[in-house]
């Protein structure tokens, strides 16, 4: 229990939330086992505290655009939290070999996870849901063409990561 309190303490000073220690525990099961699997070097394995926050920046920044109003819409369930296991487990699988994550890896991941928040923009359509991730669906807040829009923008958006990383991703 003393290591999940000083693992907790480095994380508070981090800037990582209570739901986010839960996550990061997660994630560092997975490296020990890929690592394990795999048969890396044995040792400390690297902290994921400064990959999501890596992971979280490009997040943002992949949805910002000109418009301040189409990155508003397209942010609103970003900001509301997640988990990130999608790019999180791109960003441990780049990791297995020993070296550290690289920004393709981060891009790789970022894709999966911009898949899933588009299918969420629709699923809430959907379900004519009010609530997302704690905080008013988009369809809710603004109307079904614009959540659906948004999913399509995600999508798109996701389309153009790709194409940037090439045919290898």
Known sequence: QTTQRRQARRARR???T???VGVERAVCLVVRAAAWAFGSAGGELRE?????RRVEAALLESVRTPDAYLTEIASHLLVAGGKRLRPMFSVVASQVAGAPATDDAVQGG???ELVHLGSLYH????DEA???RGVESANNRWNNTVAILTGDYLFAKTSALLADLGPEA
């Open 14 to 16: 981090a800037g990582v």
């Open 18 to 20: 209570r739901g986010d």
């Open 48 to 52: 994921v505290v400064d990959d999501r």
């Open 110 to 112: 970022i894709a999966c």
């Open 123 to 126: 699923d809430d359509v959907m």
């Open 130 to 132: 009010p609530l997302r």
